[in-house]
């Protein structure tokens, strides 16, 4: 299931392009709650007892807290969506464990590397003329994920996995392949000129240089001294062909590659200034809100309420932010599901690197300690890419770390033991409900893709009006809904969708605009 799973979310998009970015997150969302309601009927047929970690126990409370801070968001429907994408990244992480657990590590964590490269291969398409609908022009060359910056997040997040399979790799073949891959997604680092993702990958291979010298110390293993260059020959290729060989990028700048180098850490201009003052922004939503926050994935409602004139995170025209997602995890985090809860999720991850940390001192073989090793990496990377980018809040990101850190972890010592029997009240409470939970989420990704489907085929106003009662948590859909009522003069249908638009995104001027003609006027909040 999650190999599967992780070729799935890959390649999963949707040709609707009236709903960019949404035609690439709903299909991905969709197939990350797929694999989890997978995991979770695969993984209960034989299992008698929920055993339960410190890290298990802090992740749990985590997603308790956000649950608690979904009951009282102002869009239920985003903070349903974000909480269930929690859901389905922490199941996949138990799952992962429990299948690296019983022996199966290493064909995981190839199939997970694999689908890395996968998603890889499609970035490199496009930018090599490819075209597809599949493809959006916007942010290219996003290929199956619609933007350069997610599958630069996803490239520096999988790259030590990647490394790691090249130095351990049995065959020649293996090693080729891997090589191979290194090359990718070397190459599509450099194209997609993230700064988060270059940020992160410099972590990473900190991280990796500093432990392969303690390896190479300590174990002798010639695989060390003759792979390690080999990862970074083909690497280097790769940087030098995505620079030298002709694409079909059409970047402003002369010396694209060149100017992010020089500007990946410029903070006083650009983007970099523009995060500055949207982390400082977004804190004020802590300090307001510090116990739960204003409810997962509803930072895009309240920031506009706190957010001073001229704040380069609002759209000017449409009293929005630009993006449905802060430029960072970590401030999202604080904001959206208060202070206890990222207290909790640091702590977890802290828990996991102490694990890591202990693993390679006790490690009795090379394959043991880089695999510790490659958990303390994919951790650096992903804490430095959730600190510039939105990366846990998407589903992609979230299958692929969290079945990462699931696969590499090691044992730890079981804090709580519950019974998981169906013939107890609690066993059947906990089987059936996480179940149910899954199907849930999945029904709602599946309603999502088919209001798209039945929106994008639509003519007249009642086909319209069907989509928005399958996705009534679509803004875009309630939104086009009024206009068309505006430009038919027909108040009953501005009134009732632009309303419901409203009441999603309270701060957006754009309903208040088609309703003012129909008499409704309210301050903005």
């Not at 299931?1 to 392009?17: C, D, R, W």
């Not at 992740?59 to 968001?73: D, M």
């Not at 999988?158 to 190459?187: D, E, F, H, K, Y």
């Not at 991850?349 to 490690?363: D, E, I, Q, S």
Request: aromatic share 8%; charged share 15%; proline share 4%.
């Amino acid at each position: 299931m999650l190999q599967a799973g992780a070729i799935a979310i890959v390649l999963a998009a949707a040709t609707y392009k009236l709903f960019e970015l949404d035609r690439y997150f709903v299909p991905k969302e969709l197939a990350l709650h797929l694999t989890a309601l997978g995991a979770i009927i695969a993984g209960v047929r034989r299992a008698r007892r929920l055993e339960l970690t410190r890290v298990d126990t802090l992740l749990g409370l985590y997603l308790l807290l956000g649950i608690v801070s979904a009951a009282f968001a102002d869009n239920h429907w985003a903070a349903a969506r974000a909480v269930g994408i929690t859901f389905s990244g922490l199941v996949l992480f138990r799952a992962a464990r429990a299948t690296a657990s019983a022996g199966s590590r290493w064909p995981l964590v190839a199939a997970l590397a694999a689908a890395i490269v996968l998603a890889c291969s499609t970035s490199l398409l496009q930018t090599y003329g490819i075209t597809s609908d599949f493809f959006s022009l916007n942010r290219a060359p996003g290929g199956t994920f619609g933007n350069r910056n997610f599958i630069a997040h996803l490239a520096a997040i999988g790259a030590p996995v990647l490394l790691l399979l090249l130095v351990l790799a049995p065959r020649a073949r293996s090693m080729l392949l891997s090589s191979t891959g290194v090359a990718i997604l070397s190459a599509v680092l450099v194209l997609s000129r993230s700064r988060a993702a270059m940020l992160a990958l410099i972590a990473g291979v900190i991280v990796l240089a500093l432990g392969t010298w303690v390896a190479q110390r300590r174990f002798r293993d010639s695989r060390l001294s003759r792979r390690v260059p080999l990862a970074a020959a083909f690497a280097a290729f790769g940087a030098a062909a995505a620079i030298l060989v002709p694409n079909t990028l059409n970047w402003k700048s002369d010396s694209p590659y060149l100017d992010t180098v020089t500007g990946v850490v410029n903070y006083r201009e650009g983007s970099g200034h523009g995060r500055l003052v949207q982390y400082a922004t977004s804190l004020k939503l802590a300090v307001e809100h510090p116990l739960l926050g204003v409810g997962p994935g509803n930072w895009a409602v309240a920031y506009p309420k706190v957010a001073a004139k001229g704040d380069p995170s609002i759209d000017r025209d449409g009293g929005m932010t630009a993006n449905p997602w802060p430029s960072s995890d970590w401030v999202a985090m604080i904001a959206e599901r208060g202070i206890p809860a990222t207290l909790a999720f640091v702590l977890a991850l802290v828990g996991l690197a102490v694990l890591a940390f202990g693993a390679m001192r006790n490690a009795l073989d090379l394959d043991e300690f880089l695999a510790s090793l490659a958990l303390v990496a994919t951790l650096a990377a992903t804490l430095v890419v959730g600190s510039f980018d939105a990366s846990l809040l998407l589903a992609t990101p979230t299958l692929f770390v969290f079945a990462l850190l699931g696969a590499l972890t090691t044992p730890a010592a079981v804090r709580m033991s519950i019974p998981l029997s169906t013939a107890t009240a609690r066993g059947l409470a906990i089987v059936g409900g996480s179940i149910i939970v899954a199907m849930l989420l999945s029904l709602r990704s599946a309603t999502q893709l088919a209001s798209m489907a039945m929106f994008s085929s639509a003519t007249t106003v009642g086909a319209y009006d069907r989509a928005s009662i399958v996705d009534p948590g679509s803004y875009r859909i309630q939104m086009r809904i009024a206009e068309i009522g505006a430009e038919r003069g027909r108040c009953d249908l501005v009134k009732r969708h632009a309303m419901r638009a409203h009441e999603l995104f309270p701060s957006a001027s754009e309903p208040a605009h088609l309703l003012a003609p129909c008499g409704v006027r309210f301050k903005r909040r």
